[in-house]
T-cell receptor
Framework: GAVVSQHPSRVICKSGTSVKIECRSL??????MFWYRQFPKQSLMLMAT?????????EQGVEKDKFLINHASLTLSTLTVTSAHPEDSSFYIC????????????FGNGTRLTVT | QQQVKQSPQSLIVQKGGISIINCAYE??????FPWYQQFPGKGPALLIA?????SEKKEGRFTISFNKSAKQFSLHIMDSQPGDSATYFC?????????????FGQGTTLQVKP
């Protein structure tokens, strides 16, 4: 089946630094990828929709200058958390859909970000 | 505005029993309703999904029941096993089938006792 790989799985960084998270579709091409954030024991909240070759679409309340998204190829999207603060500590999960319309959404295994 | 409401928040079921999780939605434009299973520290995995043109879909021990007029859908896990213990999320999306972004319910933590 389709596999979405996220890297790193865990990252600890100091407040004020930036962190990049990679999301790759391993065996399929994905024109659209989605980035979610999940706080402990809570649901997944959509942050942004990443479209290959164009700007990402951010959900209301998500700071686009803080959460930089780049979708440079059909198999890779990156999320960069800039000037991270402790309140950015969360579980970030990407998802990708195969190019043909109607394909299911596959999720990566998430990245646990801890900002100290 | 919570577009997809899920209940119960937590559920304890004995091994072999039936687990039932319910979801209700508001937006009649939603046309794709998947259920995801998530284990701690992992991403969600698609279990089963349904479209509004059918009232029920069964895959193994998992069944989705869909009531379009009531704007409700539910997940039934038959013969629940301890390995089913996880968090379950319903979701919905609109657009041409499942090409739209997914809106998730609040999640249900299921514990199946041996």
């Amino acid at each position: 089946g389709a596999v979405v790989s996220q890297h790193p799985s865990r990252v600890i960084c100091k407040s004020g630094t930036s962190v990049k998270i990679e999301c790759r579709s391993l065996d399929f091409q994905a024109t659209t990828m989605f980035w979610y954030r999940q706080f402990p024991k809570q649901s997944l909240m959509l942050m942004a929709t990443s479209n290959e070759g164009s700007k990402a679409t951010y959900e209301q309340g998500v700071e686009k200058d803080k959460f930089l998204i780049n979708h440079a190829s059909l198999t890779l999207s990156t999320l960069t958390v800039t000037s991270a603060h402790p309140e950015d500590s969360s579980f970030y999960i990407c998802s990708a859909r195969e190019t043909p319309r109607g394909s299911p959404l596959h999720f990566g295994n998430g990245t646990r970000l801890t900002v100290t | 505005q919570q577009q997809v409401k899920q209940s119960p928040q937590s559920l304890i079921v004995q091994k072999g029993g039936i687990s039932i999780i319910n979801c209700a939605y508001e937006n009649t434009a939603f046309d794709y309703f998947p259920w995801y299973q998530q284990f701690p520290g992992k991403g969600p995995a698609l279990l089963i999904a349904i479209r509004p043109d059918v009232s029920e879909k069964k895959e193994g021990r998992f069944t989705i029941s869909f009531n379009k007029s009531a704007k409700q859908f539910s997940l039934h896990i038959m013969d629940s096993q301890p390995g089913d213990s996880a968090t379950y999320f319903c979701a919905a999306s609109k657009g041409s089938g499942n090409t739209g972004k997914l809106i998730f319910g609040q999640g249900t933590t299921l514990q199946v006792k041996p």
